[in-house]
């Protein structure tokens, strides 16, 4: 049976074609994803992508605590605010912290954001996404 899981991410995105190595350099951290305005959003798709991401993404874990996914981000981006900020101002950047959940079984988790983070969220201008997946299960088999 699966059960409720949760991942998180910051991503840095901009309408320009920024470049996504200076974020990498800046941060000294290597991302999950990246694409490039125009990149195709999938193989042999005709959709393409709207605007330039450098993105990491926590790994998925199942648990019913938010708490669980978003302190590993902050315990990675809280130290680099100052290039966060940096690279927002010279880089027109904007940022996204998102938490996603894939509730099963109407499972759903807490949904508490701790001061630490929300802390972090502001003093960097973040945008706060939260997307919810819910997958139930289909009664009409029985």
């Given at each position: 049976m699966k059960k409720t899981s949760l991942y998180a991410y910051i991503k840095f995105s901009g309408n320009d074609d920024f470049p996504i190595a200076t974020v990498t350099e800046q941060l000294n951290i290597q991302p999950t994803a990246t694409w490039k305005i125009g990149d195709a959003i999938l193989p042999?798709?005709?959709h393409k992508r709207t605007y330039t991401c450098w993105k990491y993404e926590t790994e998925h874990i199942e648990t019913l605590d938010s708490e669980d996914v978003l302190r590993p981000l902050?315990?990675?981006?809280?130290?680099k605010t100052d290039i966060i900020n940096n690279l927002k101002a010279k880089l027109n950047l904007d940022v996204h912290l998102e938490l996603v959940i894939m509730m099963e079984d109407g499972f759903t988790p807490g949904l508490v954001i701790y001061p630490e983070f929300s802390a972090f969220a502001a003093s960097i201008h973040a945008f706060l996404d939260i997307d919810m997946y819910c997958s139930c299960p289909d009664d009409t088999k029985k």
């Open positions: 042999n798709h005709p902050l315990n990675i981006f809280q130290a």
